[in-house]
């Protein structure tokens, strides 16, 4: 049995995991796709975003991409390699306000619904949210860590 490739199966320290959006974006692509080719013909950023960033996201470093693509044609082979990784989502608490996401907008709101998922993030959401500009003086990554 070969190897799985480690972006497959959630090396944190490559920042590789394969979630479940991703996942479902595989299983799309194989009820669309018979081969290959068309496979990486079909992955555009708007409706595979996931697997678009893991594939050709890269921008400065074709081996990373080719690496990253190489690595999903085995994947492809062996769909037995991949390994579903969920990531923990909490919600952001800051002072008495909670980060919550509406229609790709992101605000700070008084109000909360522990029902409405629109109030919990990854991590990874989380250090990219908190590089835009109205959330400069604000640590939404520390906030995520303290809601354990």
Not at 109 to 125: I, L, M
């Amino acid at each position: 049995m070969e190897e799985r490739p480690k972006w497959l199966i959630g090396n944190e320290e490559l920042s590789k995991m394969i979630n479940k959006l991703a996942n479902e974006e595989i299983n799309k692509l194989r009820r669309a796709c018979t081969t290959l080719f068309v496979v990486f013909d079909e992955i555009d950023e708007e409706e595979y975003p996931c697997l678009f960033d893991r594939l050709f996201g890269k921008e400065t470093d074709s081996a990373e991409n080719n690496k990253a693509q190489l690595e999903f044609s085995k994947y492809w082979e062996h769909p037995e390699l991949i390994e579903v990784v969920h990531e923990d989502v909490r919600t952001v608490k800051v002072a008495e306000l909670y980060l919550w996401k509406y229609a790709g907008e992101y605000k700070l709101v008084a109000d909360f619904d522990e029902r409405n998922e629109n109030y919990y993030f990854t991590k990874s959401e989380v250090e990219k949210i908190n590089k835009l500009e109205k959330f400069n003086n604000v640590n939404l990554v520390a906030a995520w860590e303290d809601e354990k």
